[in-house]
């Protein structure tokens, strides 16, 4: 009799815990997911844009970013769905290895933006300068500039005279826009009681001096605004950056405990 019940309890016996399995699936499916949506929004925005791409803008397209990233997750997150499903200890490796990946590059660009902020300042200058270059050529560039601009109550990347970069808004005599020597709408401080944005408030704002700008816009650039935000914001950025990192760190460290399982259920079998 008691011989029996060791066989039953041998046959029924696992290394693999099923609590473990489960929570990196639905885990997995989670965030599979999540990619799908950020997938379909970008592939939404790239089809509902009134013109097309800039071919020079095409890296800095918010909506290719946004397919990039969903992608990205969409396959890493199925290696860990199927993975811990099927307990396939290749796409669970494959999973973890990605996510390492991911969570390494992360890591070493956040560690090479504090230590090279001057050149970190430099390329997002570059990213700006080319938003503000097409800003009338893209509308998702137009309303990602608007944004930041409204958000962080500044104007342009250095200052408000660099939308003389822009095509429409550059203050050269010769330019013939209507729009010439003005700054987006954004720029602008909102009036009290106003229900109707004027969007010609900038209009003329390059001629006048510094001090003068204060009256209609807000003059300082997005760079200096963001650096003050960041400075101002340690605790939220911190815990933003943790939000990110612990889900990273959780699925790592879960599936190499599920491949170690499996393993040792392959080794007791065998």
């Given at each position: 009799?008691?011989?029996?019940?060791?066989?039953d309890?041998?046959?029924?016996f696992?290394?693999?815990?099923?609590?473990?399995?489960?929570?990196?699936f639905f885990?997995s499916?989670?965030f599979w997911i999540?990619?799908?949506?950020?997938?379909?929004?970008?592939?939404?925005?790239k089809?509902?844009?009134?013109?097309d791409?800039?071919r020079d803008?095409?890296?800095v397209?918010?909506?290719?970013?946004?397919?990039v990233?969903?992608?990205?997750?969409?396959f890493?997150?199925?290696c860990?769905?199927?993975g811990?499903l099927?307990?396939?200890?290749?796409?669970?490796?494959?999973?973890?290895?990605?996510l390492?990946?991911?969570?390494?590059?992360?890591?070493?660009?956040?560690?090479?933006?504090?230590?090279?902020?001057d050149?970190?300042?430099?390329?997002?200058g570059?990213?700006?300068?080319?938003?503000?270059?097409?800003?009338?050529?893209?509308?998702d560039l137009?309303?990602?500039?608007?944004y930041?601009q409204k958000?962080?109550?500044?104007c342009?990347?250095?200052?408000?005279?660099?939308?003389?970069?822009n095509?429409?808004?550059?203050c050269t005599?010769?330019n013939?826009?209507?729009?010439?020597?003005?700054?987006?709408?954004?720029?602008c401080?909102?009036v009290p009681?106003?229900a109707?944005?004027?969007?010609m408030?900038?209009?003329?704002?390059?001629?006048q001096?510094?001090l003068?700008t204060?009256?209609?816009?807000?003059p300082?650039?997005?760079?200096d605004?963001a650096?003050?935000?960041i400075?101002s914001h340690?605790?939220?950025?911190?815990?933003?950056?943790?939000?990110?990192?612990?889900?990273q760190?959780?699925?790592?460290?879960?599936s190499?405990?599920?491949?170690?399982?499996i393993?040792?259920?392959?080794t007791s079998?065998?």
């Amino acid at each position: 009799m008691d011989r029996k019940l060791n066989l039953d309890r041998a046959e029924t016996f696992s290394f693999v815990n099923p609590w473990i399995r489960y929570f990196l699936f639905f885990f997995s499916f989670l965030f599979w997911i999540f990619s799908l949506l950020i997938v379909a929004i970008g592939v939404y925005a790239k089809v509902q844009k009134a013109t097309d791409t800039v071919r020079d803008t095409f890296f800095v397209d918010p909506a290719v970013i946004l397919i990039v990233v969903g992608v990205v997750m969409f396959f890493i997150t199925f290696c860990g769905c199927i993975g811990a499903l099927r307990e396939n200890i290749r796409l669970l490796k494959t999973f973890s290895f990605s996510l390492t990946l991911v969570f390494l590059t992360q890591l070493a660009m956040a560690i090479l933006g504090f230590f090279y902020s001057d050149q970190t300042r430099d390329a997002l200058g570059k990213f700006v300068r080319k938003a503000i270059v097409h800003y009338r050529d893209d509308l998702d560039l137009q309303n990602l500039m608007d944004y930041i601009q409204k958000e962080f109550k500044c104007c342009g990347w250095n200052n408000y005279t660099d939308w003389s970069w822009n095509l429409y808004f550059n203050c050269t005599p010769g330019n013939p826009s209507s729009e010439r020597c003005a700054v987006p709408y954004s720029c602008c401080t909102p009036v009290p009681g106003e229900a109707v944005i004027n969007t010609m408030c900038g209009f003329g704002v390059q001629t006048q001096n510094h001090l003068e700008t204060y009256k209609s816009i807000y003059p300082v650039g997005c760079a200096d605004k963001a650096v003050m935000w960041i400075e101002s914001h340690l605790l939220l950025v911190g815990a933003l950056a943790l939000g990110l990192a612990l889900p990273q760190i959780a699925g790592i460290v879960l599936s190499q405990i599920l491949i170690s399982q499996i393993q040792d259920e392959i080794t007791s079998v065998s």
